[in-house]
Nanobody, 120 residues
Framework: QVQLVESGGGLVQAGGSLRLSCAASGRTFSNYAMGWFRQAPGKEREFIARRNWNGYSTSYADSVKGRFTISRDNAKNTVYLQMNSLKPEDTAVYYC?????????????WGQGTQVTVSS
C-alpha cells in the first residue's frame, strides 16, 4: 500500500502560480510512476501529468503543457506539481496518484485531493 497526502492548494488569481506537494509513505516510492489528475465540478477526472520512476520520462495533458511541471524527489518521497500562468479553467480538485499507467488512464493509489481555485 502507498499512502498519499497532497498539500499546497488554495485560491489564486488568474496568471498566478501554485505548487502542489504530495508526500508518499508505505511501499517504496521510487518504484512507482507518479502523477497528477484533476476533477472540476460536473466533469470527469482527467490526467494532468506523469513522471516515471526514475524521473527521466514525463508526459503532460495538452491543456497544461508549458505551464505545469511535475517533479519528484525520491529521497523525500515527494512529488510536486508547479503550476504557472493559472487560468480559471484550471479550477478543480487536484489528486496525486502513484503507479500511474504509461497512458495516464489508470493509477493504483490515490490521495484525498486538494482544492485549487483560480479567480478571474
Amino acid at each position: 500500500q502507498v499512502q498519499l497526502v497532497e498539500s499546497g492548494g488554495g485560491l489564486v488569481q488568474a496568471g498566478g502560480s501554485l505548487r502542489l506537494s504530495c508526500a508518499a509513505s508505505g511501499r517504496t516510492f521510487s518504484n512507482y510512476a507518479m502523477g497528477w489528475f484533476r476533477q472540476a465540478p460536473g466533469k470527469e477526472r482527467e490526467f494532468i501529468a506523469r513522471r516515471n520512476w526514475n524521473g527521466y520520462s514525463t508526459s503532460y495533458a495538452d491543456s497544461v503543457k508549458g505551464r505545469f511541471t511535475i517533479s519528484r524527489d525520491n529521497a523525500k518521497n515527494t512529488v510536486y506539481l508547479q503550476m504557472n500562468s493559472l487560468k480559471p479553467e484550471d479550477t478543480a480538485v487536484y489528486y496525486c496518484a502513484a503507479d500511474v499507467g504509461a497512458d495516464g488512464l489508470t493509477a493504483n493509489y490515490w490521495g484525498q485531493g486538494t482544492q485549487v481555485t483560480v479567480s478571474s
